[in-house]
């Protein structure tokens, strides 16, 4: 009768972990992005007047350093993304760079890259190559916004000599 009790004993424990384990393949985890309060923001990227296509723009925090991207169209026209999943940026304080080279997973390319990154498309396009953005907007860029809320279109018009700090 002992090993009769042991064994439903033994049995209620492995049901019970065996619940929890199930419980708990209900897939991955999914971020709360609701309360990161993003902001959609979108606007356009020109240099001197011309709207710059396929340029990455990215803005980041500069209190976590986390960074949202967007990519141009032929138009210059941009949204931002959060990561993969989601559009927006936090709000907060930013800096943003420009770039015709940067190569960003998942936007642009294929795999994660710095200015002038190798990938097919470059060696089929040499103008891929060059970069038509100033250094000024660049790495430790000159353009600096704050993300408020009410904040939903922000457009740069750059200028050749870097003299552009912000939006329009």
């Known amino acids: 009768m002992t090993t009769c009790l042991q064994f439903s004993r033994m049995s209620l424990a ?7 384990l199930l419980a708990g393949c209900g897939g991955a985890p999914r971020a709360d992005y609701a309360s990161l309060g993003l902001v959609d923001v979108t606007g356009t990227v020109k240099l001197d007047g011309t709207p710059l296509a396929a340029t990455i723009i990215a803005f980041r925090d500069l209190e976590s350093g986390g960074e949202a991207y967007g990519l141009t169209d ?7 993304h959060f990561d993969s999943e989601e559009y ?6 930013k800096q943003v760079s420009i770039s015709t080279t940067r190569k ?3 936007l642009n390319s294929d795999s994660e890259g710095g200015e002038g990154g190798e990938s097919t498309e470059e060696e089929t396009n040499p103008l891929a190559l060059t ?15 704050t993300v408020s809320p009410s904040t939903t279109e922000l457009n740069f018009d750059l200028a050749s000599d870097g003299s552009t700090t912000g939006p329009e």
Do not use: I, N
């Open 14 to 20: 492995f049901s019970a972990v065996a619940s929890l």
């Open 88 to 93: 927006g940026v936090t709000p907060g304080q």
């Open 131 to 145: 970069e038509l953005v100033p250094e000024a907007y660049r790495g430790e860029s000159v353009l600096k916004v």
């Open 74 to 80: 032929e138009d210059g026209h941009y949204r931002l």
């Open 104 to 106: 960003v997973l998942g």
